[in-house]
Each structure stands twice: as C-alpha cells, then as structure tokens.
C-alpha cells in the first residue's frame, strides 16, 4: 500500500523555522519527483516545491524561493521541506505527493494526510 505520512507543523511565530518531514511507503521516493503543497483556508491547494528524482535539484514557488529548501534521504525514504524565515501567510495544511503539480499529484492520487503550519504575527 502506497502511503505518504507528513509530520513536524506547529506554531511558530514570524521569522522562526520549522522542518516537515514526508515519510514513504509503498515505493521509493527516488523513483519519483515528490512535490510539497499547501492549502490555505479559503484557498485552492498551491504548489510550494519539489525535487526531481532524476538529479536531486528542485525548484520553488516565487513565495517561498529563497526561504525553503527541500531535501531527501533515500536510506530513509524520507523527503524533508526545511522552512526559514516564516511569515503569516506561510500558514496552511502542507502535503506532500509523488508528483510536482496537482495534475500529476492527482493523476496518481498519492497524498498525504498533511500537516498543520501556522505561523503567527
């Protein structure tokens, strides 16, 4: 069974970090790009980010670019989102997926179960 576990969201007040985690199951995490989305409330699910599984690089939303950084362990089939400098409108439910953008993300249908970030003021 394919499974995709996200952890590590809290409450962090503006400009702090936070690491989320996007553990696998079912499959290798570098037998696909994993991306990392965010929902918002009152908002349509966003792409964040996400790293290739061919070369290891990865690419960001404009909006998080230069603050997040995306990260994989192979050995533990994990893929990490590390996020610095957090800013109130960083506040959603994060999710990771095989895939990076929700056409594929949804083609597929491997998402997790995601994780609440809010950022405060």
């Known amino acids: 069974e394919v499974q995709l576990v996200e952890s590590g969201g809290g409450l962090v007040q503006a400009g702090g970090s936070l690491r989320l985690s996007c553990v696998a199951s079912?499959?290798?995490?570098?037998?696909?790009?994993i991306g990392w989305f965010r929902q918002a409330p009152g908002k349509e699910r966003e792409e964040v980010g996400c790293?290739?599984?061919?070369?290891?690089?990865?690419d960001y939303a404009m909006s998080v670019k230069g603050r997040f950084t995306i990260s994989s362990d192979n050995a533990k089939n994990t893929v990490y989102l590390q996020m610095n400098s957090l800013k109130p409108e960083d506040t959603a439910v994060y999710y990771c997926?095989?895939?990076?953008?929700?056409?594929?993300?949804?083609?597929?249908?491997?998402w997790g179960q995601g994780t609440q970030v809010t950022v405060s003021s």
């Open positions: 790293i290739s599984s061919s070369d290891g690089s990865s």
């Open positions: 079912g499959f290798s995490v570098d037998d696909y790009a």
């Open positions: 997926a095989a895939g990076c953008n929700t056409v594929v993300a949804g083609m597929l249908g491997w």
